[in-house]
């Protein structure tokens, strides 16, 4: 039993709020008089849902793009110290045998639970907007190539990143649509006209909006404006304030409103880790106060941003609510990954992932499926 806090429900912040757990599981959520039992008393803390990232490809010094289980694990922990309770895997651009490998790696987290899928970035992106990615590994996407990728993930492949201005792109994306995989537009130099028919044909996603992409102009809106505008399409916004400036930010999601913004980290492996020289795929990456660039070009790779951050960046640099967060960093999530109605809202019945942030907005306690996760913050809450 959590008691004493301000709980964040889908539609108000609820003063004096508790939610009671059993067995992993909420099993009711009110104000006022908890039910009787054991209790966690947070002294007015925020409760919120466990973050979803669907966008994150590291952290603690360890990538998914590793073939060892422990360095995986050590990733996922990382980022579930800071309240990420369900995420996505996501792997940068190499050979497409190589992904094989990775994908059969991370495909046994999947499998146990630790993660709720895998999201390839590319191959299948523009070399003009490859950003962190390897130009020698893109490729145009083929319906072969993309089956033998889909194959390897035996179902847990959930997300695709693809550049529709590419021979094959609107046909690749209407594949993966068919096929149950989330159609994600980005790292795409396309105009408008080459957008459109791909959204026709299933992509639901924008791949960290403005990130990635040619830039919006006022005579020619290219695929931030198609994106931004069309109610078919879920925005990622990347809010570390490094990636997006916090007006930007709050333009993106008041126009996507609620139902269509989902914040994300793009983390990297760096993420709640040391400064210093990491790699990103196949490229050397230098970070230095937290911000991840390429050793090479400086151009930015990625990010060390956890969801708890993304959570209070959106708060107090974008100056948007508690409520507008709380949808972007685990309701529309858990909608967008089809597992809403199991996770992603504190309502009975769901999964106990919880986290309790202090009054600076930060973790001080977090509960993943009814369980304690250790090392979380530095708050003292009395039980």
Not at 179 to 189: C, E, F, L, Y
Not at 248 to 258: D, E, F, N, Y
Not at 327 to 347: F, V, Y
Request: aromatic share 2%.
């Amino acid at each position: 039993m959590i008691m004493g806090g301000r709980v964040a429900t889908p539609d108000r912040v609820l003063d004096d709020g508790w939610v009671a757990v059993t067995d992993g599981r909420i099993a009711g959520v009110g104000s006022g008089t908890p039910p009787s039992g054991e209790h966690v008393d947070v002294g007015g803390a925020l409760v919120v849902p466990g973050f979803i990232d669907t966008h994150c490809h590291g952290g603690g010094g360890a990538s998914f793009t590793s073939l060892d289980p422990g360095e995986l694990l050590t990733a996922v922990r990382a980022h579930r110290r800071h309240g990420t309770t369900t995420m996505l895997a996501s792997l940068v651009s190499d050979p497409v045998d190589i992904l094989r490998e990775q994908v059969a790696a991370l495909r046994e987290l999947v499998q146990d639970g630790e993660v709720a899928g895998i999201h390839l970035e590319g191959p299948f992106i523009s070399k003009a907007r490859c950003g962190a990615h390897d130009p020698e590994t893109l490729l145009e996407p083929d319906t072969g190539t993309v089956e033998k990728l889909l194959r390897a993930g035996q179902g847990a492949i959930r997300m695709v990143t693809i550049a529709p201005e590419l021979h094959g792109g609107v046909k690749a994306v209407r594949q993966l649509a068919e096929s149950g995989v989330i159609a994600a537009i980005g790292h795409t130099d396309g105009v408008e006209e080459q957008l459109l028919p791909a959204i026709d044909a299933g992509a639901t996603v924008a791949t960290h909006l403005f990130n990635g992409m040619r830039p919006l102009h006022h005579r020619e809106p290219g695929p931030i404006g198609a994106l931004l505008d069309d109610e078919r399409i879920t925005i990622e916004l990347i809010c570390d304030l490094v990636h997006l400036h916090p007006t930007v930010v709050r333009l993106a999601a008041k126009h996507a409103g609620r139902d269509r913004t989902v914040l994300i980290t793009d983390a990297m492996s760096a993420t709640d880790a040391a400064d210093g020289r990491y790699t990103l795929g196949r490229l050397e990456v230098d970070v230095h106060d937290g911000v991840a660039t390429l050793a090479d070009n400086g151009s930015l790779a990625g990010s060390t941003l956890t969801m708890d951050t993304a959570f209070r960046n959106l708060v107090r640099g974008a100056k948007l609510g508690i409520l507008d967060a709380v949808h972007a960093t685990s309701q529309r999530p858990a909608e967008l990954l089809g597992i809403a109605g199991h996770t992603g809202m504190l309502c009975s019945g769901y999964a106990a992932d919880i986290v309790v942030l202090d009054q600076d907005l930060r973790p001080a306690k977090v509960l993943r499926r009814g369980e304690w996760v250790a090392e979380v913050g530095t708050a003292t809450l009395s039980t």
